[in-house]
């Protein structure tokens, strides 16, 4: 293996479905290429939107009105331990795991709901002020995404904004930001429509990196998969996660080399 699961943390990359530099020119962040450790099987039919991993199990919530869920996952086999259905009008999207609490937004229902981890009973259901994108939680902040460039923290209890950032790749805003995922003090944001991944400057919005997921998609030819969008970081192993709306399977990846 050309670097350690570590090191996808350090590095990252572009190389999306419409083929472009994400940020329209050689002056941005570095791009790493990702390189398959493993594939396991996913749910072809899960319309992905958000993912952690947790004590050895995926939490996943999906989309689309109708089929939006709550779900517990054995990474290994892609066998559901659990399932929640969500109202028919309500569409699934990010999913963070605080404390004993699992967050869900939905997308235009301006609501979240808060669960138990271990029951998925329902806590509460919070008024949420914009459109749910993507969430992550590093057990002290929230950071939500609503698909645009910036990204906004949130009190993990109260829900409340406390700031936002535009996140910027040469000075240049990166629009359609989704699933997140905290990795060791950055952050990792999917981008709608594009098979990357940016590491990005918790503080700053700064584009670090740029995960590139090409090696994935061309393991997905001939199936029904969508865009990459399911990124969950496994500390205790070391390792990073991948996975995308209607994807067969999940990966998980190493960067083809650190940054210097």
């Known amino acids: 293996m050309a670097a350690s ?6 590095c990252a990359v572009p190389a999306g479905v419409s083929g472009r530099a994400p940020s329209g020119g050689p002056a941005g962040a570095p791009v790493r290429e990702a390189r ?47 399932v929640l259905e ?12 605080c ?23 329902l ?6 002020p914009r459109e749910g994108w993507g969430l992550a939680c590093d057990g002290k902040r929230l950071v939500a995404s609503d698909g645009t460039s910036r990204l906004h923290f949130l009190d993990p209890r109260t829900f409340r904004t406390l700031r936002s950032v535009a996140v910027t790749d040469a000075g240049r805003p990166v629009h359609s930001l989704n699933e997140l995922e905290f990795v060791e003090g950055a ?23 740029w995960i590139d997921l090409a090696p994935l998609r061309r393991r997905l ?22 996975t995308g709306k209607l994807w067969p399977l999940l990966f998980e990846v190493s960067i083809d080399r650190p940054d210097r």
Do not use: C, K, M
Not at 38 to 67: C, I, K, M, V, W
Not at 188 to 199: H, K, P, Y
């Open 123 to 128: 806590r509460q259901t919070v008024p949420y």
């Open 86 to 97: 969500l109202p028919r009008d309500q569409f699934g999207e990010g999913l963070a795991l």
């Open 36 to 82: 398959i450790v493993r594939e396991y099987p996913h749910d072809p039919n899960a319309y992905t939107q958000g993912l952690l991993f947790h004590a050895g199990l995926l939490y996943e919530s999906t989309g689309l009105h109708g089929r939006s869920t709550l779900r517990e996952v054995v990474p290994e086999t892609g066998a559901l331990r659990r």
């Open 187 to 209: 952050i990792l944001a999917n981008v709608w429509g594009q098979d990357r991944i940016a590491r990005v400057d918790a503080r700053s919005g700064r584009v670090l990196s």
């Open 99 to 121: 404390g004993d609490r699992l967050v869900q937004l939905t997308w235009r229902n301006r609501v979240l709901h808060v669960y138990e981890r271990g029951s998925f009973r």
């Open 5 to 10: 699961i570590a090191a996808a943390i350090l």
């Open 221 to 242: 030819l001939g199936t029904e998969a969508e865009t990459a969008n399911g990124i969950a970081w496994d500390a205790a192993g070391r390792r990073l996660l991948v």
